[in-house]
């Protein structure tokens, strides 16, 4: 299953069946009732409902964070109540219909596990309340230490140049473990440059997309090995028709680790005659300052439908 990132930063990829099993054969019998059995606890007798403290509410099967004691607040049902989630993704929605009745049922996005429901009758500013069981829920009080499984990724950032961005933040989306691609300028000698000014060749910039990405899922080489596939380095300032500085074929690297990999990725490259007597002449450069291209630029080719020279590397 292709990984999944929430815009939060966490990975929440559905979990397997049998993690699922495993995690919860861990729970008290009240907590596993709830979260596997769509028990609902007895009102006024949870353990957070009445809690005033400041923290984050987490699965209290898988870890991710699903509540903050910054959207807490009491709606007298004697259940914990939230007017919003943490993060959207990370609590799922499925129509209930048991009891007679139709509700919105919530559950955990990372392991299905069973949460509550969420009714129209909240505060403002959504109108929502999430009412939660408190077994379902584990609380980590703010200045604590998170455990491993309720924290953010910890993520690398590369950047590559390989003509067109629109393209190559495209493809880069796709990549597994890959959380976030972004297409913009680098290694320039002017601030905040536009596309018109890129485009006259004359600030030095190359278009460039930022690749956010998750070591535990995808390696730098495994990216670098993408970016080669993607498009011919060996052709000078240019990348099939579209032909200028602004095109050339770039590395620019965040530590002497990248540094090393990207070098012996092009020896290694050059070594095995892939690319006959043609040189590449990817540059590899410690890495200046990214900035964002224009709103429109990003994920172009999903919103416009346009097809692009980019090779798909996956």
């Known amino acids: 299953m292709r990984p999944k990132y929430s815009k939060s930063g966490y990975d929440f990829t559905p979990l397997s069946a049998e993690r699922v099993a495993e995690l919860a054969a861990k729970l008290s019998p009240e907590a596993y009732k709830i979260t596997q059995k769509a028990g609902t606890e007895a009102p006024f007798c949870g353990t957070l409902f009445d809690n005033k403290k400041d923290g984050v509410y987490t699965c209290v099967v898988c870890g991710l964070p699903l509540f903050s004691s910054e959207h807490k ?12 989630e943490f993060d959207p993704e990370h609590v799922g929605r499925k129509r209930d219909s048991s009891y007679g009745m139709v509700r919105t049922e919530i559950d955990c996005a990372r392991c299905g596990a069973h949460l509550g429901h969420v009714f129209d009758d909240g505060p403002r500013p959504t ?15 703010k200045g604590a230490t998170l455990p491993a499984e309720s924290r953010p990724v910890a993520t690398e950032v590369a950047y590559f140049a390989a003509g067109c961005f629109w393209g190559v933040e495209h493809y880069f ?6 959380i976030d691609a972004s297409s913009g300028y680098m290694q320039g000698h002017v601030d905040r440059p536009t596309y018109k000014q890129v485009c006259s060749d004359t600030t030095g910039h190359a278009e460039t997309v930022k690749v956010v990405f998750d070591p535990a899922r995808i390696t730098f080489r495994r990216l670098l090995e993408a970016f080669f596939d993607m498009h011919d380095p ?24 990248q540094r090393r990999e990207a070098e012996a990725m092009i020896a290694e490259l050059t070594a095995s005659g892939r690319f006959g007597t043609r040189k590449i002449v990817t540059a590899v450069e410690p890495a200046k300052t990214f900035w964002p291209a224009e709103d429109y630029h990003q994920d172009y080719v999903a919103t416009t439908g346009r097809a692009c020279h980019v090779k798909n590397p996956w």
């Open 73 to 84: 607040f009491n709606s007298g049902s004697g259940w914990p109540s939230f007017y919003r």
């Open 173 to 178: 989306q796709l990549g597994p473990g890959v």
């Open 127 to 141: 109108g929502e309340r999430h009412c939660l069981n408190s077994a379902s829920l584990s609380f980590v009080e």
């Open 234 to 257: 060996t052709e000078l300032d240019r990348q099939g028709p579209d032909v200028g500085t602004q095109y050339r074929s770039g590395i620019w690297t965040t530590s002497d680790e």
